[in-house]
């Protein structure tokens, strides 16, 4: 039930690098989650049939066998050329929308509630106000499934609060566009990939977690966009792990060897 004490893992950017992305798979396995979310750029080239089964079943199989994988799509998942595969590889929550059905979703687990939103540079779906997915957001937020949760999760892959070097046009609209409604409605974290290291940003009382260290090759950490402050940033392959309970979200960055790189608690009273 609402209750039950649960732990969740956040990585992504798995792309390229099949030996670093079965690193992390391996640490994800070690720290035995209920469920995982996977923040997009599962391969490199998703319209690529022959990519998927080395940079992401293979690397990841003893992971898979053991906990169910909620993903969003990134930019790769559009690249190569012919269908986009990430439809049949896999089955996510429909959410009522026309057109949209894999494309963004929520889910309840325990006292939670996550948001899975599609939003890259290549092939995504707009989130500009009066879009289909931003008025299913605003639905969603209103939601008694979203109101009734006591801790509310986003991820998606760009990110909205990154270093300068890596900003783009997607970020810049996320900061514009989005993040106005994860403020106004009470997100507790937002977790995105697309650049390839660790970063922990804090805006208004909503932690921002990048967590693009799956295997795809590492990006500098750089120097931080404007708007929100850094509090941590590490280059290295990592996985996030979630332990939630109605009261006590702890949190834990960890290195493939098991190591510490960041943590943080939150504490709700009420």
Same mark, same amino acid.
């Given at each position: 039930?609402?209750?039950?004490?649960? !732990?969740?893992?956040?990585?992504?950017?798995?792309r390229?690098?099949?030996?670093?992305?079965?690193?992390?798979?391996?640490?994800?396995? !070690? +720290?035995?989650?209920?469920?995982?979310?996977?923040? =997009?750029?599962?391969?490199? !080239?998703?319209?690529?049939?022959?990519?998927?089964?080395?940079?992401?079943?293979?690397p990841?199989?003893?992971?898979?066998?053991?906990?169910?994988?909620?993903?969003?799509?990134?930019?790769?998942?559009?690249?190569?050329s012919?269908?986009?595969?990430?439809?049949?590889?896999?089955?996510?929550?429909?959410?009522?929308? +026309?057109?949209?059905?894999?494309?963004?979703?929520?889910f309840?687990?325990?006292?939670?509630?996550?948001?899975?939103?599609?939003?890259?540079?290549?092939?995504?779906?707009?989130?500009?106000?009066?879009?289909?997915?931003?008025?299913w957001?605003?639905?969603?937020?209103?939601?008694?499934?979203?109101?009734?949760?006591?801790?509310?999760?986003?991820?998606?892959?760009?990110?909205?609060?990154?270093?300068?070097?890596?900003?783009?046009?997607?970020?810049?609209?996320?900061?514009?566009?989005?993040?106005?409604?994860?403020?106004?409605?009470?997100?507790?974290v937002?977790?995105?990939?697309?650049?390839?290291?660790?970063?922990?940003?804090?805006?208004?009382?909503?932690?921002?977690?990048?967590?693009?260290? =799956?295997?795809?090759p590492?990006?500098?950490?750089?120097?931080?966009?404007?708007?929100?402050?850094?509090?941590?940033?590490?280059?290295?392959?990592?996985?996030?792990?979630?332990?939630?309970?109605?009261?006590?979200?702890?949190?834990?960055?960890?290195?493939?060897?098991?190591?510490?790189?960041?943590a943080?608690?939150?504490?709700?009273?009420?």
């Amino acid at each position: 039930g609402e209750n039950v004490p649960f !732990r969740s893992v956040a990585y992504g950017d798995t792309r390229t690098q099949a030996a670093k992305h079965a690193l992390v798979a391996e640490s994800i396995v !070690r +720290s035995d989650p209920d469920f995982i979310l996977h923040v =997009g750029d599962q391969v490199n !080239r998703g319209k690529v049939y022959a990519e998927w089964g080395p940079q992401f079943f293979t690397p990841a199989a003893n992971m898979l066998k053991r906990a169910p994988l909620f993903p969003v799509m990134g930019n790769h998942e559009f690249s190569g050329s012919g269908k986009v595969y990430y439809y049949d590889f896999f089955n996510v929550p429909t959410n009522g929308v +026309s057109g949209y059905g894999e494309h963004f979703y929520a889910f309840t687990y325990g006292c939670a509630r996550f948001i899975g939103l599609s939003a890259c540079e290549g092939g995504c779906d707009p989130f500009t106000p009066g879009s289909p997915q931003y008025n299913w957001l605003v639905q969603e937020f209103q939601s008694p499934a979203f109101q009734n949760a006591r801790w509310r999760f986003v991820w998606d892959h760009n990110p909205p609060y990154t270093a300068r070097e890596r900003d783009n046009a997607v970020n810049v609209n996320l900061r514009a566009y989005l993040v106005p409604l994860f403020e106004q409605y009470g997100v507790d974290v937002v977790f995105s990939g697309d650049d390839h290291f660790y970063r922990h940003s804090e805006r208004n009382g909503i932690h921002y977690i990048v967590t693009g260290g =799956g295997g795809a090759p590492l990006h500098a950490v750089g120097t931080q966009v404007a708007g929100a402050s850094l509090l941590y940033a590490e280059s290295n392959y990592e996985q996030c792990v979630i332990d939630l309970n109605p009261s006590v979200f702890k949190f834990y960055a960890l290195r493939t060897n098991d190591t510490v790189m960041d943590a943080l608690t939150l504490v709700k009273d009420n």
